[in-house]
């Protein structure tokens, strides 16, 4: 049997899973699904120093909204990091990602470590946002993380015309008049929030595989957009609610570990079975 707080922590990685699906389809296609690992690992600082900050306030440290804020305030900064590192063409962007995902990282496992000697920070459980455990997760925590998600999710579903016009031909777009800046800004907020709902569950290190898996299994089998936003969507869903049960089931199982393996057993599947791309 289910226990109430588990099947809500099961719909919210499942509702986690279907935003990353949805939203990881539209950054695959434009390029951009390696960013999800440098925000990631920007994350970090940001949770260190908003558990300390609220710590420090008398406020419960291990509240899930102010790490959140912090996760996404870092996540944005090494976004722009990156942006301006390789705004001049000396820096490829795969060597400006390395960069910013490793200062960040380590500054945040330094903070990490200051955290662990404090009282008031020391219990937060700060480690679980590494990896992921679902287990540590309340039913607050689960229904913020989901709503956050399906939020994503739904705006996904309204900027699907112009999305698909960015992804498929950034010149189309701009010469149709759409804001190509701005949309490519809203895609980087979607996949920043997404990111940062995925923390809790999923862990910083392999929320990137949430994204990439489920909409490149999804690539495999469909032909046109929709189909693999549907199919995305229901693989992310699937993957995250399998990483979930496994991880509640077995609370020494990282729930990231967990829902990685099952997206990536759904992508075999669908390496094999795709018949115009897969085996």
Do not use: K
Request: charged letters at 10%; one cysteine or more; proline letters at 4%.
């Amino acid at each position: 049997m289910i226990g109430h707080n588990t099947l809500i922590v099961l719909l919210g990685c499942a509702a986690l899973g279907l935003a990353a699906g949805v939203v990881g389809s539209f950054a695959l296609l434009r390029g951009r699904a390696l960013l999800a690992d440098a925000i990631g690992h920007a994350a970090l600082p940001g949770v260190v120093a908003a558990s300390l900050i609220v710590a420090a306030m008398g406020g419960e440290a291990r509240a899930l909204a102010p790490l959140l804020l912090g996760a996404a305030v870092t996540g944005w900064l090494g976004l722009l990091a990156l942006r301006r590192l390789t705004a001049s063409g000396r820096i490829r962007p795969d060597a400006g990602i390395a960069v910013v995902l490793s200062a960040f990282y380590a500054l945040g496992t330094l903070g990490l470590s200051v955290a662990q000697t404090l009282p008031g920070a020391a219990q937060a459980g700060l480690t679980h946002f590494i990896l992921g455990q679902a287990a540590t997760m309340t039913e607050a925590d689960a229904l913020l993380a989901g709503a956050l998600a399906l939020g994503c999710a739904a705006v996904a579903g309204l900027l699907f015309q112009p999305l698909r016009a960015l992804c498929f031909d950034e010149a189309f777009a701009r010469a149709q008049g759409l804001p190509v800046r701005a949309l490519d800004l809203a895609l980087l907020a979607l996949l920043l929030a997404v990111c940062v709902a995925g923390l809790p569950a999923v862990g910083l290190i392999l929320v990137v595989a949430l994204l990439v898996a489920p909409a490149a299994a999804a690539r495999m089998l469909a032909a046109r957009l929709p189909a693999m936003l549907a199919l995305a969507g229901l693989f992310g869903a699937l993957a995250g609610a399998a990483g979930a049960l496994a991880s509640t089931r077995l609370p020494e199982v990282p729930t990231g570990a967990a829902v990685v393996l099952s997206g990536l057993v759904i992508f075999g599947l669908a390496a094999l079975a795709g018949r115009r791309r897969g085996a």
